[in-house]
Nanobody
């Protein structure tokens, strides 16, 4: 079992930045792909970014966030981060981190999920 706890959400004006954190209860760097998904009201959950098992592959981003968001992991802290820059109102959503045993997927077939953290971007 892997427990995931997100933090760092909040409200920001368009053009601003936030950094989300996802702390895992167990070491994930050698076995688990970590991903970030988001869900806006009335919309389906969508893939944002993912980072693979340490050293196996490059991070992967949704086109809508490429160049603005950066996913990274701190192996010693069992924590994954999502640095979000140049935020837009359409980035407003509940952001959830997830872990899966295996390679990167852009669909939500992940094994473990956090509770989510709200990000609100005002224009």
């Amino acid at each position: 079992q892997v427990q995931l706890v997100e933090s760092g959400g909040g409200s920001v004006q368009a053009g601003g930045s936030l950094r989300l954190s996802c702390a895992a209860s167990a070491r994930t760097s050698t076995s688990y792909t970590m991903g970030w998904f988001r869900q806006a009201p009335g919309k389906q959950r969508e893939f944002v970014a993912a980072i693979g098992i340490f050293g196996w592959s490059d991070p992967y981003y949704a086109d809508s966030v490429k160049g603005r968001f950066t996913i990274s992991r701190d192996i010693a802290k069992n924590t994954v981060y999502l640095q979000m820059n140049s935020l837009k109102p359409e980035d407003t959503a509940v952001y959830s981190c997830a872990a899966r045993f295996g390679s990167i997927l852009t669909t939500p077939e992940y094994d473990y999920w956090g509770q989510g953290t709200q990000v609100t971007v005002s224009s």
